[in-house]
């Protein structure tokens, strides 16, 4: 399995993005895909995780009502929508996958495939 992220960019505060991740290889229903984030001398953080099949949807607190994830499984692509972008917000952001149990969503260490990280800057 192969990710590609982009979308990326710089946006100002209060601004939206939209990431996009898309797949080659086979995605099984039980995958997880999920989107993290390393803004500079921080560690890799969750943001969010959605089950290929659709069943289930997570976000990290400081992203619920601002990030919605979602997949297109005819384009093999996973979306980012970011809304009311803050400062914060500034960082690489990686998708990855992996067969997964829910539970582990969370655990960067955990996913077998990563994509390369598309950076977003956000303004004040």
């Known amino acids: 399995v192969q990710l590609q992220a982009f979308g990326g960019g710089l946006v100002q505060a209060g601004g939206s993005l939209r990431l996009s991740c898309g797949t080659s290889g086979r995605i099984a229903s039980n995958y997880i895909m999920a989107w993290f984030r390393q803004a500079p001398g921080k560690e890799r953080e969750f943001v969010a995780a959605i089950r290929w099949s659709g069943s289930h949807i997570d976000y990290a607190d400081s992203m619920k009502g601002r990030f919605t994830i979602s997949r297109d499984n005819a384009k093999n692509t996973v979306y980012l929508q970011m809304n009311s972008l803050k400062p914060e917000d500034t960082a690489v952001y990686y998708c990855?996958?992996?067969?997964?149990?829910?539970?582990?969503?969370?655990?960067?260490?955990?996913?077998?495939?990563w994509g390369q990280g598309t950076l977003v800057t956000v303004s004040s």
């Open positions: 990855a996958a992996s067969p997964l149990i829910w539970g582990a969503r969370t655990r960067s260490n955990e996913f077998r495939y």
